[in-house]
């Protein structure tokens, strides 16, 4: 069976750092990547990374703040974010597609999620 799972989710200052981490089980994906949700928001994207050759994609929004990182043998992607900001807390999802480039493709399997919390 295909999971996603998720691990490094938890409370930090605003301004520090935080590593996510999720692991897919089952078949190995052409791209992987994150979304989130804030409270009372819709989901978005974050950000993804192509499998093959590493080339990752980021939203506006945190770009130049995360970076998205892979360890293919071990189906296994990461998530380091710095200078954290209040606005960042949210439920964060792994997720997993055949398109590398915005989930242009859609997403096939999403992982549980995992709450980041950035206090001010």
């Known amino acids: 069976q295909e999971q996603l799972v998720e691990s490094g989710g938890g409370l930090v200052q605003a301004g520090g750092s935080l590593r996510l981490s999720c692991a897919a089980s089952?078949?190995?994906?052409?791209?992987m990547g994150w979304f989130r949700q804030a409270p009372g928001k819709e989901r978005e994207f974050v950000g993804n990374i192509n499998m093959i050759d590493g080339t990752t994609y980021y939203a506006d929004s945190v770009k130049g703040r995360c970076t998205i990182s892979r360890d293919t043998a071990k189906k296994t992607i990461f998530l380091l974010m710095n200078g954290l900001k209040p606005e960042d807390t949210a439920v964060y999802y792994c997720?997993?597609?055949?398109?590398?480039?915005?989930?242009?493709?859609?997403?096939?399997?999403w992982g549980q999620g995992t709450l980041v919390t950035v206090s001010s």
């Open positions: 997720a997993a597609g055949p398109s590398a480039k915005y989930f242009s493709g859609g997403v096939d399997a």
């Open positions: 089952g078949r190995p994906w052409y791209a």
